[in-house]
């Protein structure tokens, strides 16, 4: 079974603060993904990665930067929390294969204050 | 522009009668169609999908229709049960020209009512 593990379930965090989601796959994908769910808007990409160190932005990449050192592992940064990033963030891997399925981490719920 | 709508931001059933679930989508050039499920506070997860070769496809309870000249797809379940309760999502993508992304609908609520 694939395996997405994001590091935090829940995170609280001050305006103005640098955040760092972290994400860990173990299937060897090749690509990895950020994403942003809040009600109504569905899922919105931030960030993808198709290879390490390799990045590309997704629709709404502005306030956040990624980073991909290691294959298996691809950080969400946001340089300055605000408050408007409170959210539901979901990192997920596929390895571009099989209609390009996606699969996804726990999630991680963040509130600024 | 939304190119993978759904339109429908909730829909309640009767336990055991049959959910359907619709998206429709603009871009011509997708080619493979998938539904996720999600339930609160957790991850999305990978329920059924579809080549545009196809027009059928089916697992268990679970079956997805493709109506490509409509640009449209439903999910039915068959029996709706209580744990089915959850926000699907549908997704379409484009295989091959290096193009690994999946374009989201916005989800639609559905609530299985025992």
């Known amino acids: 079974d694939v395996k997405v593990t994001q590091s935090s379930r829940y995170l609280v965090k001050r305006t103005g603060e640098k955040v760092f989601l972290e994400c860990v796959q173990d299937?060897?994908?090749?690509?990895m993904f950020w994403y942003r769910q809040d009600p109504g808007l569905g899922l919105r990409l931030i960030y993808f990665s198709y290879d390490v160190k390799m990045k590309e932005k997704g629709d709404i990449p502005e306030g956040y930067s990624v980073s991909r050192e290691k294959k298996e592992r691809f950080s969400l940064i946001l340089e300055s929390a605000s408050t408007n990033q409170t959210s539901m963030y979901l990192c997920?891997?596929?390895?571009?294969?099989?209609?390009?399925?996606?699969?996804f981490g726990a999630g991680t719920r963040l509130s600024v204050l | 522009d939304q190119q993978v709508k759904q339109n429908s931001p909730s829909l309640s059933v009767q336990e055991g009668r049959i959910s359907i679930l619709n998206c429709d989508y603009t871009n011509s050039m997708f080619d493979y169609f998938l539904w996720y499920k999600k339930y609160p506070a957790e991850g999305p997860t990978f329920l059924i999908s579809i080549s545009s070769i196809k027009d059928k496809n089916e697992d268990g309870r679970f079956t997805v229709f493709l109506n490509k000249s409509a640009k449209h797809l439903s999910l039915h379940i068959v029996p709706s049960q209580p744990g089915d309760s959850a926000v699907y999502f549908c997704?379409?993508?484009?295989?091959?020209?290096?193009?690994?992304?999946?374009?989201f609908g916005k989800g639609t609520k559905l609530s299985v009512i025992p």
């Open positions: 997920a891997s596929s390895s571009g294969g099989s209609g390009n399925i996606q699969y």
């Open positions: 997704a379409a993508s484009v295989i091959g020209a290096g193009s690994y992304q999946l374009t």
């Open positions: 299937m060897d994908h090749e690509n």
